[in-house]
């Protein structure tokens, strides 16, 4: 069984900076989009950028657009989200998650997440 691992977290004042990574455990494994997905405390999770695969083609929430950006190494099996201008409200557990294939409606695989706390 495939895991995707998060990493990058931590504590930043606002306006600081960011890099989440997550890295799927096998080289081989292959999926359709790589999504980043947030859940602040007594809020429901919510999406905030995925990528494809294939083209790099990206999308994004409205609250991050401009301040994240999501890319990906496939040669690594690896995405990132470099997330500037940072804001407390942007405090969340960040979650990346796999969407397997075109077919699949849903994000079906997850990793267990990375705490980021912005102070302000």
């Known amino acids: 069984q495939v895991q995707l691992v998060e990493s990058g977290g931590g504590l930043v004042q606002a306006g600081g900076s960011l890099r989440l990574s997550c890295a799927a455990s096998?080289?081989?494994?292959?999926?359709?989009?790589m999504g980043w997905f947030r859940q602040a405390p007594g809020k429901e999770r919510e999406f905030v950028a995925a990528?494809?695969?294939?083209?790099?083609?990206?999308d994004y929430a409205v609250s991050v657009k401009g301040r994240f950006t999501i890319s990906r190494d496939n040669a690594e099996n690896t995405v990132y989200l470099q997330m500037n201008s940072l804001k407390p409200e942007d405090t969340a557990v960040y979650y990346c998650?796999?969407?397997?294939?075109?077919?699949?409606?849903?994000?079906?695989?997850w990793g267990q997440g990375t705490q980021v706390t912005v102070s302000s």
């Open positions: 998650a796999a969407r397997t294939s075109i077919s699949t409606i849903t994000y079906n695989f």
């Open positions: 990528i494809r695969k294939t083209d790099g083609s990206t």
């Open positions: 096998r080289r081989t494994f292959n999926y359709y989009k």
